[in-house]
């Protein structure tokens, strides 16, 4: 599955979020399998109200979301690049991600201590950014000199990769992250290899005070303006406030939110938010026993999206037959969807869409 890790610096409020994130998870969804796989990793469910729809009209005895993997990775301080605090261990957690969810305080409480006596989230995200900078320029000098062997040689994968880590350290020399460099579509996988901390897509979250959930206040607008120059994603959420709300049931959690002028809860914000950071899309499975979300990255072909579900649906891919969730819900279900000749006929060709209800053809 997708991973997205949770860090940030000290008495941000990363544990009360993802505390907040994993419960919740687990109350929403009954029939959900949800685990927390180790003490700081969980899995939750993608919130998607046309999941429900789909199962509404099929009738599906199980609905099952798909998920999105959290890990709080704590211990990430100033200095950790050289050592400090959990130091590498922190940062050999965060090259197992596939983007970064940053937490920053927003919030003045003169009761939790900030570790440098002052809330500045910008300066906050600058200090943070600059240790995985640090990081990636040690990491890639290292491995420079470890493939110099091979690019003599004229290894051509060496060759590539040495072009790529040079590109690389261009930028990160110039105190920038390595996600600024523009990568070829040939280099793309090759780059992703390289495994860099600051090459991971980042959603900056802008933990505020309870009463300011709704409106954001000025920490959060100096985040909002500073994710914008970056092109990085933001989202405002009072982690406290999520904490409350994940221990109330469904009815009283919406009360709840009403009372705050909130119409989602933060967590459904911030979970869509790394889907879309991620660049993933959702694809249905329906029928009367379950209705299920799986997740793509967007333009996934048929077969690979079938190998989501099993490999075997992969190899022996025949055909998918298709109907838009669009066509399903508006129309009234599968039967009626083929009756208006609204189920299409796919091939190994076909880039999957969101929202795709598909059903698929395979041999054994
Ligand atoms: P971590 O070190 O980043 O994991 O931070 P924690 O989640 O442990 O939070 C540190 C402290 O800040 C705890 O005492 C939290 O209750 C408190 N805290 C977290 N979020 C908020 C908030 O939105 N407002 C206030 N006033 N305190 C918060």
């Given amino acids: 599955g997708f991973r997205m890790g949770i860090v940030g610096l000290p008495n941000v409020g990363k544990s009360t979020l993802f505390n907040a994130l994993t419960r919740t998870a687990s109350a929403q969804a009954e029939n959900f399998p949800f685990c927390t796989i180790e003490p700081n990793v969980g899995e939750v469910a993608v919130p998607d109200p046309r999941l429900y729809a789909l199962a509404d009209i099929a009738k599906s005895k199980q609905i099952i979301p798909t998920r999105m993997t959290f890990v709080d990775i704590a211990g990430l301080v100033k200095g950790a690049s050289k050592g400090e605090g959990l130091g590498n261990q922190f940062l050999a957690n ?58 003599r040689g004229g290894d051509k994968e060496a060759i590539q990769q040495e072009r790529l880590m040079k590109m690389a350290l261009e930028a990160l020399n110039e105190g920038k992250p390595a996600r600024v460099v523009e990568v070829a579509e040939d280099d793309l996988k090759a780059w992703r290899m390289l495994q860099l901390l600051t090459s991971k897509p980042v959603l900056y979250v802008c933990n505020v005070a309870e009463d300011e959930a709704a409106t954001g206040n000025a920490h959060s607008e100096a985040v909002a303006k500073m994710a914008a120059e970056q092109g990085n994603a933001h989202v405002v959420i009072s982690a406290r406030i999520e904490e409350e709300i994940s221990q109330l049931d469904a009815e009283e959690a919406e009360m709840f939110l009403s009372e705050m002028g909130l119409d989602e809860a933060g967590l459904d914000r911030l979970i869509k938010a790394g889907y879309n950071l991620l660049k ?14 799986w997740t793509i990255p967007v333009g996934t072909s048929a077969p690979k999206a079938a190998g989501v579900i099993h490999g075997d649906f992969e190899k022996g891919f025949i055909r998918a037959e298709t109907i838009a969730y669009d066509d399903f819900v508006g129309l009234g279900g599968e039967q009626a969807a083929k009756d208006a000749g609204k189920m299409r006929a796919e091939g190994k060709g076909y880039v999957v869409k969101d929202g795709d209800v598909m059903h698929f053809l395979f041999n054994n």
Avoid: W
């Fill in 280 to 293: 993933l899309e959702t694809y249905f499975t329906v029928g009367p026993k379950e209705a299920r979300a």
């Fill in 94 to 151: 965060i090259r197992e991600v596939d983007a970064i969810a940053h937490v920053l305080r927003c919030f003045e409480d003169g009761d939790v201590v900030h570790v440098d006596g002052r809330v500045d989230p910008v300066s906050d995200a600058e200090t943070i950014e600059t240790e995985l900078i640090i990081s990636d320029m040690e990491s890639l000098e290292k491995r420079l000199q470890n493939i110099v062997r091979k690019v």
